[in-house]
């Protein structure tokens, strides 16, 4: 299966090295012309959990170049949210007939794609495999995370099996006949997990420890998971029962709650968020497709999502150097919930 990786980030780039070097029949996409240039100058290398892994041979082009190039039967769109909803229709043209163009990014963007490009075209997956991009070329992955794939109408399918076939080769791949459930599985930790960890810059471990920090984590969590059910999903089930114990429409504290927290905390709890790192590096941010998401389809369902959305609020002040990332942004949030409304960019 002719193969393109387009984003070769942090997750696209560890993808990408364990490919070329299982003899997996890739092609990588840059940005830029540069960027493929030092790419292919430095190569690649990745280290950590599953081993270390070296490319120094390899196909890299910036993505116009591959215009006039031979279609492939897959692309792999390792983007970041909002660049994959811009460049997907330019993709969609490097496809063979019957091609499969794979989004693993986070919140909704696999189904905005399916929606303008169609269902025969566009495979939905998500990761939840922890890598950094320590500089271009380096990369390390942080756990034994895997891709996971699956048709956006649900249900098992060929296609969903043969990409899963290739893609093993390199990485743990597996199939899903509940992709919705499994995106919003993920969507429900990134929400409360990656996006808090993100504007308090600190791990969850760290900030959980607060007062603040679990009631944040805490009606966060309630409100993505009220809005997820509404919308007619059942959650999947990944690190955790995404339903906590004793759930009635709002956690139920306790021993069994607090046990469910530290399984969590186990998987995740001292990983740094890559949305910090976005911050750091004066990086647009995902926000718009994680709480602000679920801010967004709350509002359309009418669900309450007031902490949602003033998570939303920080983040995109932050973004903006209005702000700085900092515990004290949790008593922020608890105080802004008051009396923000449902409108993520007011906070």
Same mark, same amino acid.
């Given at each position: ?19 070329? @070097? ?9 940005? %830029? ?6 790419? !292919? ?16 041979? $390899? ?16 692309? +792999? ?27 693993? !990014? ?8 399916? *929606? ?46 043969? +990409? ?30 990656? %996006? ?30 009220? +809005? ?49 790192? #976005? $911050? ?7 926000? *718009?497709?994680?709480?602000?998401? +679920? ?16 998570? %939303? ?10 702000? !700085? ?5 949790? #008593? ?8 923000? @409304? ?6």
């Amino acid at each position: 299966m002719r193969t393109l990786i387009v984003g070769i980030g942090a997750l696209g780039g560890t993808i990408a090295t364990r490919a070329v @070097g299982a003899g997996v029949p890739v092609w990588l996409a840059t940005r %830029t012309a540069e960027s493929a240039r030092l790419l !292919q100058s430095s190569g690649l290398r990745v280290s950590g959990i599953g081993g270390a892994a070296v490319a120094s041979r $390899f196909h890299v082009a910036a993505l116009e170049e591959y215009r006039e190039a031979e279609k492939f039967d897959l692309i +792999v769109l390792a983007t970041k949210a909002h660049d994959a909803l811009e460049i997907a229709p330019f993709l969609s043209t490097l496809l063979t007939p019957g091609g499969t163009l794979l989004s693993i !990014q986070n919140g909704g963007v696999s189904q905005i794609l399916s *929606d303008r490009l169609g269902s025969g075209v566009v495979l939905g997956g998500l990761s939840n495999l922890g890598a950094t991009m320590v500089e271009a070329g380096i990369y390390e992955q942080r756990n034994a995370g895997h891709l996971l794939i699956g048709e956006l109408a649900g249900g098992l399918s060929e296609r969903a099996a043969n +990409v899963a076939r290739t893609l093993s080769r390199a990485i743990e791949t597996r199939v899903t006949a509940n992709l919705r459930g499994a995106v919003w599985a993920k969507l429900l930790l990134n929400c409360s997990v990656t %996006t808090l960890g993100a504007i308090a810059a600190r791990t969850m471990r760290q900030y959980i420890a607060s007062s603040a920090g679990k009631e944040v984590f805490r009606r966060t969590y309630d409100e993505a998971l009220s +809005v997820a059910l509404a919308s007619g999903t059942r959650p999947e089930r990944m690190i955790v029962d995404p339903i906590p114990p004793g759930w009635q429409g709002t956690s139920v504290p306790g021993e069994d709650y607090d046990a469910w927290i530290d399984q969590i905390a186990a998987a995740y709890g001292d990983v740094k968020p890559s949305m910090l790192q #976005d $911050f750091e590096r004066r990086r647009r941010t995902e926000i *718009d497709f994680i709480n602000g998401y +679920v801010a967004q389809l709350g509002r359309q369902i009418g669900v309450p999502t007031v902490m949602n959305a003033a998570v %939303t609020g920080i983040a995109h002040r932050i973004e903006k150097g209005q702000i !700085q990332p900092d515990p004290a942004r949790l #008593d922020d949030l608890l105080r802004g919930a008051e009396h923000q @409304g449902d409108h993520p960019d007011t906070c």
